[in-house]
Structure formats: structure tokens, C-alpha cells
């Protein structure tokens, strides 16, 4: 992708009054989530990646191995992955129940993640946190989740 196609491909969603995720997809497979407006800065003709998450910190990016620029809600799940879509609808429907059913998020480590209260629990985008009584918190995002589960019933799995 030129510099001219990658600008006009992104400029439209960083403005968006109401951002949306979105992933740049490159040449060799590599994925970089922008999940946030100020994680791609673009000052022309350097486009720069801001991930506070990432180990290697900020890097200026070269839009010529992007492929395609794709809202993370329409990304097709890899496999064995819980596709972002699900992942945030069904944990959203889960939260917002009436009365609330305590669930369970079962993670590829074979771990077991049970959410007994809804404010336990805060989820944005393809992360969420866990807050549990006298444990430190988990964090975990859609790729590690195997399943969901309430009252016995699978909901979703990868």
C-alpha cells in the first residue's frame, strides 16, 4: 500500500467522532491492532505506532507492507481463535443480563475465569479484566479464550 492509500485508508477512521478498532493487516501476516485514536499518529510522510502494550514501545511504520486496513469487528478469526465480534457481543450481553447469571471464561491455558458479578468484570474492546477477591487481577483478551459458559450451556468457543 502507498503512503497516499494508507493515509486516505486511516485518516477517515482516526477522525471518527465515535472511534472504532481497527487492525492493519501486513505482507508477512503480522496483525497491529489500533485500539485506541492515539496508538497511529500520522505526520506525513512518517506514520507513527504508539503501543504502550507492545514490548518494542513506539515505531514509525511503513505503509508499504500493509495489505489491507480492516475494522477489528469484521476481522476473521484465526484459528482456534474467538473471533472479536463474539467476544465482545456475547461478553456485553452476559454483563448487561437482568438478573445477572454468573458465567465462566475458560482460557486455552486450561484456566477457568468465573465471573459471580457483573462490576467484576470490565471489558473494552478485545481485552478485558477480571477483578477477583484477594487474587491480582487477569487480564485477557479474545485469542487466549476457549470457551464461555453459563449454567452449564457453552456460549461460544473458539
Do not use: W
Amino acid at each position: 500500500m502507498t503512503a497516499a492509500e494508507f493515509h486516505t485508508a486511516v485518516r477517515g477512521l482516526l477522525n471518527e467522532r465515535t472511534f472504532q478498532p481497527f487492525v492493519l493487516e501486513l505482507a508477512g501476516g503480522e496483525l497491529i491492532h489500533i485500539e485506541a485514536a492515539d496508538e497511529l499518529v500520522i505526520d506525513p510522510p512518517r506514520f507513527i505506532v504508539r503501543k504502550q502494550t507492545d514490548p518494542s514501545g513506539n515505531g514509525t511504520l511503513d505503509p508499504r507492507p500493509v495489505e489491507r486496513v480492516t475494522m477489528l469487528d469484521r476481522l476473521a478469526p484465526r484459528a482456534g481463535e474467538l473471533a472479536y465480534s463474539e467476544f465482545r457481543g456475547r461478553l456485553g450481553q452476559l454483563l448487561r443480563a437482568e438478573p445477572f447469571v454468573p458465567f465462566v471464561v475458560g482460557l486455552k491455558d486450561g484456566t477457568e475465569l468465573t465471573v459471580d458479578r457483573a462490576n467484576r468484570l470490565a471489558s473494552n474492546g478485545r481485552h478485558a479484566v477480571l477483578f477477583t477477591r484477594g487474587q491480582p487481577f487477569v487480564v485477557f483478551n479474545n485469542s487466549e479464550v476457549a470457551h464461555i459458559t453459563a449454567n452449564g450451556e457453552v456460549l461460544c468457543h473458539a
